[in-house]
């Protein structure tokens, strides 16, 4: 166990790390690092991890020469590219923004707001989509998480775990608890939508270190581009099957009990009221009430279904007692 945590005299030194993978999002990653220059808190640095890709790794090289651009030296995937900036990274906190996203002038200020408790080890922000077409109107607000934004019921203060597209952590966290799971979340060679591993991280971190406090500060606003494909019933449908797998893997690291405590209450009070709101909406002349309701209750059950395969799948690999190694 290490020492207590301490209250900065001063706002920490922030590095902020982006993680991108491919072309053809080279418009959102050159418009994420615009946005963290033109922060009012100016970051100590900016860290571009390339996961895998060569070229793009040339070409962003070149056109940002201010920032500092790094192939990724771990696995492939996201985690490996967060782990290889965790490695580089020289200021007090890392602040972990998508590729895909923008962030307001504000957004480090907030973040870094949150650290004047000394308990206080990770801060996240608010995630706003960023619709590449108008909001479906059968598309819940309690399953923005499915396209990599905040949720409706989630409120700020303090939280189980942090959504690693807008999150901050002090530099002590991964020398007390290593870095992101890298057999957790998406990579570029599977493309199944994968996610948790900041889930996961945060678990064994609060296990490793009980006096933890991870906060949720909603002033702290990026925007996340959510493109037409995500906002298809089929792409809904399954992410949500991907988050059950991935949940799955997440109770085979840290249990059930702490792997699933928030996600009981989400299930049954947030969907529970989605449900309601939805049919009341649809009684007070809204059609579109009763799609989001029979889209929670989807939501909810490709979720369960893809859990109940992942531990089965989990289960199957695990060496049977007794058996011969």
């Given at each position: 166990?290490?020492?207590?945590?301490?209250?900065?005299?001063?706002?920490?030194?922030?590095?902020?790390?982006?993680?991108?993978?491919?072309?053809?999002?080279?418009?959102?990653?050159?418009?994420?690092?615009?946005?963290?220059?033109?922060?009012r808190?100016?970051?100590?640095?900016?860290?571009?991890?390339?996961d895998?890709?060569?070229?793009?790794?040339?070409?962003?090289?070149?056109?940002?020469?201010?920032?500092?651009?790094?192939?990724?030296?771990s696995?492939?995937?996201?985690?490996?590219?967060?782990?290889?900036?965790?490695?580089?990274?020289?200021?007090?906190?890392?602040?972990?923004?998508?590729?895909?996203?923008?962030?307001?002038?504000?957004?480090?200020?907030?973040?870094?707001?949150?650290?004047?408790?000394?308990?206080?080890?990770?801060?996240?922000?608010?995630?706003?989509?960023?619709?590449?077409?108008?909001?479906?109107?059968?598309?819940?607000?309690?399953?923005?998480?499915?396209?990599?934004?905040?949720?409706?019921?989630?409120?700020?203060?303090?939280?189980?775990?942090?959504?690693?597209?807008?999150?901050?952590?002090?530099?002590?966290?991964?020398?007390?608890?290593?870095?992101?799971?890298?057999?957790?979340?998406?990579?570029?060679?599977?493309?199944?939508?994968?996610?948790?591993?900041?889930?996961?991280?945060?678990?064994?971190?609060?296990?490793?270190?009980?006096?933890?406090?991870?906060?949720?500060?909603?002033?702290?606003?990026?925007?996340h581009?959510?493109?037409?494909?995500?906002?298809?019933?089929?792409?809904?449908?399954?992410?949500?099957?991907?988050?059950?797998?991935?949940?799955?893997?997440?109770?085979?690291?840290?249990?059930?009990?702490?792997?699933?405590?928030?996600?009981?209450?989400?299930?049954t009070?947030?969907?529970?009221?989605?449900?309601?709101?939805?049919?009341?909406?649809?009684?007070?002349?809204?059609p579109?009430?009763?799609?989001?309701?029979?889209?929670?209750?989807?939501?909810?059950?490709?979720?369960?279904?893809?859990?109940?395969?992942?531990?089965?799948?989990?289960?199957?690999?695990?060496?049977?007692?007794?058996?011969?190694?």
């Amino acid at each position: 166990m290490t020492g207590p945590l301490s209250a900065p005299d001063s706002p920490p030194a922030v590095s902020v790390v982006i993680c991108a993978y491919t072309e053809e999002r080279w418009d959102d990653v050159v418009a994420a690092v615009e946005s963290v220059t033109a922060q009012r808190l100016e970051p100590h640095e900016i860290i571009l991890v390339i996961d895998h890709n060569p070229a793009l790794y040339s070409r962003l090289k070149r056109t940002l020469p201010d920032v500092l651009v790094v192939q990724n030296r771990s696995e492939r995937g996201l985690s490996g590219g967060k782990n290889t900036a965790i490695q580089m990274a020289k200021g007090d906190v890392l602040a972990f923004l998508d590729d895909d996203a923008v962030a307001e002038p504000d957004w480090l200020t907030y973040l870094v707001a949150g650290y004047g408790q000394p308990e206080v080890i990770g801060v996240g922000g608010l995630t706003l989509p960023l619709w590449e077409t108008a909001r479906p109107a059968w598309f819940p607000e309690e399953f923005d998480w499915t396209v990599g934004c905040t949720f409706t019921g989630r409120e700020p203060g303090r939280v189980r775990n942090l959504l690693g597209g807008n999150a901050s952590f002090r530099r002590e966290a991964f020398h007390i608890a290593g870095g992101f799971p890298t057999g957790i979340g998406r990579s570029a060679a599977n493309r199944r939508p994968l996610g948790c591993e900041e889930t996961e991280f945060c678990i064994r971190l609060a296990r490793r270190r009980p006096d933890s406090i991870f906060l949720f500060d909603a002033r702290a606003v990026i925007h996340h581009r959510v493109p037409r494909t995500r906002s298809r019933f089929r792409y809904f449908r399954s992410r949500c099957y991907a988050e059950g797998l991935s949940k799955a893997q997440v109770t085979r690291s840290v249990g059930v009990a702490d792997g699933l405590a928030t996600e009981r209450r989400y299930a049954t009070t947030t969907l529970r009221r989605g449900v309601a709101q939805g049919l009341l909406d649809a009684l007070l002349g809204d059609p579109a009430g009763l799609s989001r309701s029979a889209a929670i209750t989807a939501g909810l059950v490709s979720t369960t279904v893809g859990y109940v395969v992942g531990t089965l799948q989990g289960s199957l690999r695990a060496p049977r007692r007794g058996a011969r190694r």
